[in-house]
């Protein structure tokens, strides 16, 4: 009897250090939720004016959602508008000089010149005409040293303004030099920059929204003077709405990104939707606004949580509380 009851203690003292142990090591822990703390992650866009100038329009108040693109302010525009209209003006005589040399002569002057081509012509012919004619006379004597000097220049005159003649006509024909069009094609390309520079200062003169949120702080009213990166507006950031949250070292090993989460606050009795994003490499020690479990001077790794379906509901710097359900079984002790 007494044999038995030794037995019975034996068996039953296995059973509790293979429960404690989970079979020796053989038996994997179950997996279970696994609960972390964190806070909606606070996102915030400060915007400024590229330019000086006073604010004329404010079409937008603190607390309106806008959308990206939306106006936010405006300056007065009428000096960059002014300078726009010269730049503009400025470009397009650049363009008609460059086309007027690229078009080469009209054929009206084409024509002109090789009518003064021809009459050059005619006059060089008669020039040696005289010449030709009046040489026989000069051996004889029948004409003067005078005349015939004066003959030889008409001749040589005339020679002289049919090759200039020829030279006018044959630019006219070919053109503007290839120098001069180059020139012409860099003085375009600099009127252009010119042009695009009055246009991006007048870009300047307009605030315009360059994400999705809501506007936090407006800090200029119209006829306000504003100065180039003076802080107009805060805008809050809330899509995609992130939660920034920890994961004690010891239970690092449970968690992966990709895995899905639930995110719920106090007070509001809806359950948000999540993914595990990203996991930080690094360990740091727990925040003081974080409330877990474990000692504050614990290591912890700070993870994000992507909220698929958020709300009004949430909002920024707001505690939560994530439960990862689908979290791998604890690491052995």
Do not use: C, H
């Not at 609960?35 to 607390?63: H, K």
């Not at 650049?94 to 002109?112: D, F, H, M, V, Y």
């Not at 004409?143 to 006018?168: D, F, G, P, V």
């Amino acid at each position: 009897m007494k044999r038995r009851i030794i037995v019975g203690i034996a068996i039953a003292a296995l059973v509790v250090i293979a429960i404690a142990t989970s079979g020796f090591g053989l038996i994997a822990r179950p997996a279970g939720p696994l609960t972390l703390y964190g806070n909606v992650d606070v996102r915030e866009v400060e915007m400024a004016f590229q330019a000086s100038g006073r604010v004329e329009e404010i079409p937008v108040e603190e607390g309106e959602r806008v959308e990206k693109g939306d106006l936010l302010a405006s300056i007065d525009a009428s000096q960059a508008q002014d300078r726009l209209r010269q730049a503009d003006a400025e470009l397009a005589q650049a363009r008609a000089s460059l086309a007027k040399l690229q078009a080469g002569n009209r054929p009206q002057e084409i024509a002109s010149a090789n009518a003064r081509l021809s009459a050059a012509r005619a006059a060089l012919d008669k020039a040696q005409q005289d010449y030709d004619r009046r040489q026989p006379l000069l051996e004889t004597g029948a004409i003067s040293r005078a005349n015939w000097k004066a003959t030889e220049t008409a001749l040589e005159t005339a020679q002289a303004q049919y090759r200039e003649a020829a030279e006018a006509a044959s630019l006219t024909r070919q053109g503007a030099r290839r120098e001069d069009i180059a020139a012409a094609r860099a003085q375009l390309q600099a009127a252009e920059a010119a042009r695009g520079s009055v246009d991006t200062d007048l870009s300047f003169t307009r605030l315009e929204a360059p994400v999705d949120g809501v506007i936090m702080t407006r800090a200029v009213e119209p006829g306000s003077l504003v100065a180039p990166g003076a802080t107009a507006f805060t805008i809050a950031i809330d899509r995609p709405m992130r939660v920034r949250a920890y994961v004690a070292q010891t239970d690092l090993s449970r968690i992966s990104p990709g895995m899905k989460v639930t995110v719920t606050a106090d007070g509001n009795p809806k359950e948000y939707q999540g993914t595990i994003g990203f996991i930080s490499p690094r360990a740091e020690f727990t925040p003081k606004q974080v409330e877990t479990e474990d000692l504050r001077t614990d290591l912890v790794y700070r993870l994000r949580i992507i909220v698929s379906d958020p709300d009004d509901g949430l909002r920024q710097g707001q505690p939560v509380t994530v439960n990862v359900l689908a979290a791998r079984a604890p690491a052995e002790d």
